[in-house]
C-alpha cells in the first residue's frame, strides 16, 4: 500500500470513529410552558404546566436554581409506547391564607429546563420562561336583552395591587360562558354570545369568566355572573 493510500484509510477511520463517539443533538420539545394563573374574583393563584413531546417515555423540570421540581415516569405499556401531551395544575392557595411573597417565593422568576427521554433513547430538551408579570382582574359587566348576551370589560394595563410591579402587555382576552370559549385579541373590549347558543343555556344565573392574558403566558380570571329570565 503507498502512502497516500494509507494517509487516506487513516482519514477515513478517524472520521468514522468521529461519527461513532460523536453525542446526539438533543430535540426540543413541541411545546412548553409554565405559567401563573391568578384568579382576582376567589384571589387564588397556582403555577400550571403544559408540553407537548414526541413520545417520551420519561420527564422533569429543573427550576432556575437547580432543584428538581417535577419527574415522571412511564411504566409497562408506557415506558414502550411512550407518551406525548401533558398538562398539569398546581395547586391553587387563597392569598388570604398563603402570603403571595411566599408563594412566588417558591416559584422564582427565570428558565425552567424541560428534559425528557424519547423511545428509542433520544434526548428532548426544552426551556420554558417564567415570570412575575401578572395582569390584573379585568372589570367586567354583561348586559341582557331577551336572548342577546354581551359581555364587555375594560383593557388591562398593570398588575394587581400588591403583586410584583411589572410591565403588563395584554396579547388577549378569553371568554368563557359554560362550554362557549372564545379568544380575542388585545383590542377587543367586548363579545357577544351567539343567540343560538344562550336559548340553549337553562333559565336563571348563568356564570361567565373573563381571562387577561399577559405576553408572559401568565393570565388572570375574573368572574361574573347575568340572569337569563
Known amino acids: 500500500m503507498n502512502k497516500r493510500a494509507l494517509v487516506s484509510n487513516v482519514?477515513?477511520?478517524v472520521l468514522a470513529a468521529m461519527v461513532t463517539v460523536a453525542p446526539a443533538v438533543a430535540a426540543p420539545f413541541s411545546f412548553a410552558r409554565i405559567y401563573i394563573e391568578y384568579n382576582s374574583s376567589a384571589n387564588d393563584l397556582g403555577f400550571h404546566v403544559t408540553m407537548d413531546g414526541p413520545n417520551w417515555k420519561t420527564f422533569n423540570i429543573v427550576n432556575p436554581r437547580g432543584v428538581n421540581v417535577w419527574e415522571v415516569f412511564g411504566r409497562a405499556g408506557y415506558a414502550e409506547l411512550g407518551m406525548t401531551e401533558l398538562f398539569f395544575e398546581g395547586a391553587?392557595?387563597?392569598?388570604?391564607e398563603f402570603p403571595l411573597d411566599q408563594l412566588l417565593a417558591k416559584f422564582p422568576e427565570g428558565n425552567y429546563k424541560f428534559t425528557g427521554i424519547a423511545i428509542g433513547g433520544s434526548q428532548l430538551k426544552s426551556?420554558?420562561?417564567l415570570s412575575h408579570a401578572?395582569?390584573?382582574g379585568p372589570e367586567v359587566e354583561a348586559s341582557v336583552n331577551g336572548d342577546e348576551v354581551v359581555i364587555?370589560?375594560?383593557p388591562v394595563t398593570h398588575p394587581p395591587a400588591g403583586f410584583p410591579n411589572r410591565q403588563i402587555s395584554?396579547?388577549?382576552y378569553q371568554v368563557i360562558v359554560e362550554a362557549f370559549q372564545v379568544t380575542l385579541p388585545a383590542s377587543a373590549t367586548k363579545v357577544e354570545v351567539p343567540e343560538e347558543y344562550v336559548e340553549s343555556l337553562p333559565r336563571g344565573e348563568v356564570p361567565f369568566e373573563v381571562l387577561a392574558i399577559d405576553r408572559s403566558g401568565?393570565?388572570?380570571i375574573t368572574e361574573g355572573t347575568f340572569?337569563?329570565?
Not at 92 to 96: Q, T, V
Open 92 to 96: 391553587e392557595p387563597n392569598l388570604d
Open 218 to 220: 401568565n393570565q388572570t
Open 11 to 13: 482519514l477515513v477511520l
Open 134 to 136: 401578572v395582569p390584573a
Open 152 to 154: 364587555r370589560w375594560q
Open 227 to 229: 340572569e337569563l329570565d
Open 170 to 172: 395584554i396579547v388577549g
Open 127 to 129: 426551556v420554558a420562561t
